[in-house]
Nanobody, 123 residues
């Protein structure tokens, strides 16, 4: 599967953005999806993960209550709605997919990655 993320941009603290990640392939609904983010010089960190099978969605504590994951299997797209953004949310955001990630917070459990979209939150 190929992933294409978009929706990043510059926003003031307290603002909102919605990231999208469009996937190719006809079996998108069977993929477990995640969003991660990375700041230069730091490791890529977990943001949210979902198996797409009606189970729970897991969020990093730092984004819980502010970010919302959703998916539209008919459009082969997942979304990350981000509100109440903070300067510390500034990062390149990556969507990831795998058939057996099982909501993992570990980047090694995802075989497919989008190219990343930059989110910059100004104070």
């Amino acid at each position: 599967v190929q992933l294409q993320a978009c929706g990043g941009g510059l926003v003031q603290a307290g603002g909102s953005l919605r990231l999208s990640c469009a996937a190719s392939g006809r079996t998108f609904s069977s993929y477990h999806m995640g969003w991660f983010r990375q700041v230069p010089g730091k490791e890529r960190e977990f943001v949210v993960a979902d198996t797409g099978s009606g189970g729970p969605t897991y969020y990093a504590d730092s984004v819980k209550g502010r970010f919302t994951f959703s998916r539209d299997n008919a459009k082969n797209t997942v979304y990350l709605q981000m509100k109440d953004l903070r300067p510390e949310d500034t990062a390149v955001y990556y969507c990831a997919a795998d058939k057996a990630a099982w909501s993992s917070r570990n980047t090694r459990d995802y075989n497919y990655w989008g190219q990343g979209t930059l989110v910059t939150v100004s104070s």
